[in-house]
């Protein structure tokens, strides 16, 4: 019984440079979530995909961000032409295809930094 | 306007004691979710509590309890019998509409010490 695992756990890259996040959730999982959380403040949604609906891009800061996710799998998150305001970390979440409350399942994040 | 409204940035407990977090929230759709989590220092998020709008009593899970006053769009956590390893920072979030999918819209959180 896995958890949500993300890859890699810190990355460190040079400003203008192209990153990939990736998000592996808990096995069954329906729903895939991506959040934005700088230091000290809140989580910001980025983007969510559940089964072979669209994906809701809504919180996507900018078009350098863009996420894919491959069936009820694996997700990859990519930030192009990185930027220092990029620097937060980046969690990813998963949830069952359940009805009511349908906790979200949290990853422990991928660490960005852009020097 | 913010949807989740935690106005307590640092909240100070002793060990043992009752230790009330605010939350309070905005929206119009009549069928919402709150939810808190709990973010210790290591980052992961860890949910605590969840209490839906038609809920008709107030959330309990443990030493968690949820004061929900829906009239005056509050969600407070009560953490009873504090303990040292509940320092924390705790986030309350709000899911909108009526299904059971969709996105988290979270506050700022308040950081908890607890002291022994």
């Known amino acids: 019984g896995a958890g949500v695992s993300q890859s890699p756990s810190n990355k460190v890259t040079e400003k203008g440079k192209d990153v990939e996040l990736r998000c592996d959730p808990i096995s069954g999982h329906t729903a895939l979530y991506w959040y934005r959380q700088r230091l000290g403040q809140g989580l910001e949604f980025l983007i969510y995909f559940q089964g072979n609906s669209a994906p809701d891009k809504s919180g996507l800061p900018s078009d350098r961000f863009s996420a894919e996710r491959t069936g009820e799998s694996v997700s990859t998150l990519t930030i192009q032409r990185t930027q220092q305001e990029d620097s937060a970390v980046y969690l990813c979440a998963s949830s069952p295809r359940l009805a009511g409350k349908n906790i979200q399942y949290f990853g422990a994040g991928t660490r960005l930094s852009v020097l | 306007a913010q949807k989740i409204t935690q106005t307590q940035p640092g909240m100070f407990v002793q060990e043992k004691e009752a230790v009330t977090l605010d939350c309070t929230y905005d929206?119009?759709?009549?069928?919402?979710?709150l939810f808190w989590y709990k973010q210790p220092s290591s980052g992961e998020m860890i949910f605590l509590i969840y209490q839906g709008s038609y809920d008709q009593q107030n959330a309990t899970e443990g030493r968690y309890s949820l004061n929900f006053q829906k009239a005056r769009k509050s969600a407070n956590l009560v953490i009873s019998a504090s303990q040292l390893g509940d320092s924390a920072m705790y986030f309350c979030?709000?899911?909108?509409?009526?299904?059971?999918?969709?996105?988290?819209?979270f506050g700022q959180g308040t950081i908890l010490t607890v002291h022994p």
């Open positions: 979030a709000m899911r909108e509409g009526g299904t059971s999918y969709g996105k988290l819209t």
């Open positions: 929206t119009s759709d009549p069928s919402y979710g």
